[in-house]
């Protein structure tokens, strides 16, 4: 297969000075395209700033003859870091949301300063930055954005209530921008990457983190990135040379009413409870439609003429 390539293509890299970002910014500008490498350059847990971190990785691109600029904006001002693609390369195509940091704690112990700034950096940054990239790429035509989620999101980790409600919050914020953005070739997408760096050095145990290089996962990213990925709205798992689609799937369900009279007892409920949550033949819905279509399947069922009274259809939605 011939190389993808990114020429003529301007990407941002949010948090691009370390990491996974500085493979991606990397990769990208090997590749042809040109880089706006934002880092603020603070600490791990959102504590202080320099530009040594992005001009590190400027340096780095420039001396194997690629394009970048340094960006050391927080991504909560994220039309400053649009605005730098703009003013120096005119135009943005792809935005890579990255830049993260983390404040663990156990639940019981998060104060408001935590969950703040982790909602802040993760959350707000991803909205800030592309909701002043968005209207270029609608108006282009084209457009590629990447969230970044975790594990941590998806399946909650201990310590990690704030970092984990930010970033399964950027799911919902991707799948929205998803469907706003498709008619004009504007794709959203989300990472849930896993990697060795200075988030995780003291999360992962040392074998498998030698394992677990960015490199491995910018691939991905890139991909999702190019002109020719069709894929939108959808949550892309990568790591150690892996990569997998994540989605949300429910359960077949049960009915918990058999006319259109009768109503739901906690008692139906626990009757039912093996097959509420059994998973067997669980379904993954791939939009709402789909969620209001199921729901209306189950009023169907319910509204059987064998159970049914007469019923006025507009009653059927006080469901
Ligand atoms: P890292 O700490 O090595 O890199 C993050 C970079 O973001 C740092 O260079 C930091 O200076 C920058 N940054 C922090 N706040 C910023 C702000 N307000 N504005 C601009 N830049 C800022 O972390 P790593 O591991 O490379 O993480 C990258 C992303 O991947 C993060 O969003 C993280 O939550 C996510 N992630 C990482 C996982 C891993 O296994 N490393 C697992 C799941 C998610």
Same mark, same amino acid.
């Given at each position: ?7 003529? &293509?301007?990407?941002?890299?949010? $948090? ?8 991606? %910014? ?36 420039? &001396?194997?003859? /690629?394009? !970048? ?20 390369? /005119? ?16 639940? %019981? ?34 457009? &590629? ?15 990690? %209530? ?15 921008? !998803? ?18 760096? &200075?988030?995780?050095? #003291? ?35 990568? !790591?150690? $040379? ?20 009768? $109503? ?13 949550? #059994? ?30 009274? %007469? ?9």
């Amino acid at each position: 297969m011939a190389d993808l390539r990114f020429d003529g &293509r301007v990407v941002i890299v949010t $948090g691009a000075g370390a990491g996974i970002g500085r493979t991606y %910014a990397l990769l990208f500008a090997s590749r042809g395209a040109k880089v706006v490498v934002n880092d603020l350059g603070g600490g791990r847990h959102g504590d202080g700033s320099s530009s040594k971190a992005a001009d590190n990785v400027v340096d780095e691109i420039r &001396r194997t003859g /690629g394009i !970048a600029v340094p960006n050391y904006n927080s991504v909560t001002d994220g039309e400053q870091l649009v605005k730098s693609a703009l003013d120096n390369f /005119g135009r943005i195509d792809i935005l890579v949301n990255n830049a993260g940091i983390l404040r663990d704690k156990s639940f %019981a112990k998060l104060s408001d300063q935590d969950w703040d700034l982790v909602h802040q950096v993760h959350l707000k940054g991803s909205f800030k930055t592309t909701q002043a990239a968005f209207p270029h790429m609608k108006k282009q035509g084209f457009g &590629r954005i990447i969230m970044t989620a975790s594990n941590s999101g998806l399946y909650g980790n201990f310590g990690q %209530a704030n970092y984990s409600a930010a970033k399964l919050a950027l799911v919902g914020l991707a799948k929205t921008i !998803a469907i706003e953005g498709a008619k004009s070739n504007v794709f959203c997408n989300v990472i849930v990457p896993t990697a060795a760096s &200075r988030l995780t050095e #003291d999360i992962l145990p040392p074998d498998i983190f030698n394992e677990l290089k960015p490199e491995f996962i910018a691939p991905v990213v890139a991909y999702l990135c190019h002109e020719s990925c069709p894929e939108n709205g959808s949550m892309i798992e990568a !790591a150690a $040379g892996w990569a997998g689609k994540c989605t949300i799937v429910r359960s077949n369900g049960a009915l918990l009413r058999s006319s259109m009279n009768d $109503g739901v007892t906690i008692e139906k409920v626990k009757e039912n409870w093996g097959k509420i949550t #059994d998973m067997t033949d669980a379904k993954s819905l791939r939009a709402i439609e789909e969620a209001t279509g199921a729901l209306i399947e189950s009023l169907d069922a319910i509204r059987d003429p064998e159970n049914q009274e %007469a019923q006025a259809n507009d009653e059927l939605f006080e469901f």
